[in-house]
């Protein structure tokens, strides 16, 4: 991911592209899964991620996306939209992976992909100038009551 604009430094961003990298180490094992049919590895591999993603849509929804919708309310939306999609299709997996199961679950992997890619070389980088330090004091509210499971 990227570093050219510092925004890592931060504890709240740095901790958010931690899980970005952990996630999409989670993307990547779920596509090997997808590739051979395995859906086991898919199942638990998508178990995983939605158990790494929750706490992480928690801190973006709850503190980082209102503040910088003040600004971006249209970049905003689009990215609260993708969330609903990885989370419906992670949910969908886990309850009916009748059909085609590993196609559903690749359109879903490449949302997260671009998505991920929008956050760290778009969103991030915009916080440093959007987030005001209350903003990034309820950041850390958040985290601390929802955690992580990378951190």
């Given at each position: 991911m990227c570093e050219y604009c510092g925004c890592q430094a931060l504890q709240t961003i740095d901790e958010l592209t931690r899980e970005h990298d952990a996630a999409l180490e989670h993307v990547r094992n779920a596509e090997h899964a997808a590739a051979a049919g395995d859906l086991p590895a898919a199942l638990a591999t998508c178990a995983a991620l939605g158990l790494l993603l929750a706490p992480h849509t928690a801190v973006e929804e709850e503190a980082v996306?209102?503040?910088?919708?003040?600004?971006?309310?249209?970049?905003?939306?689009?990215?609260?939209d993708e969330h609903r999609i990885v989370h419906g299709a992670l949910a969908e997996l886990a309850a009916d992976a009748s059909g085609a199961w590993a196609q559903r679950l690749?359109?879903?992997?490449?949302?997260?992909?671009?998505?991920?890619?929008?956050?760290?070389?778009?969103?991030?980088?915009?916080?440093?100038?959007?987030?005001?330090?209350?903003?990034?004091?309820?950041?850390?509210?958040?985290?601390?009551?929802?955690?992580?499971?990378?951190l």
């Open positions: 996306f209102p503040a910088l919708a003040r600004e971006h309310p249209a970049h905003v939306a689009v990215l609260v690749r359109d879903a992997l490449a949302v997260l992909r671009a998505h991920i890619a929008k956050e760290q070389d778009g969103l991030f980088p915009a916080s440093l100038t959007s987030l005001t330090t209350a903003d990034w004091e309820q950041a850390e509210r958040v985290r601390r009551r929802v955690g992580s499971t990378v």
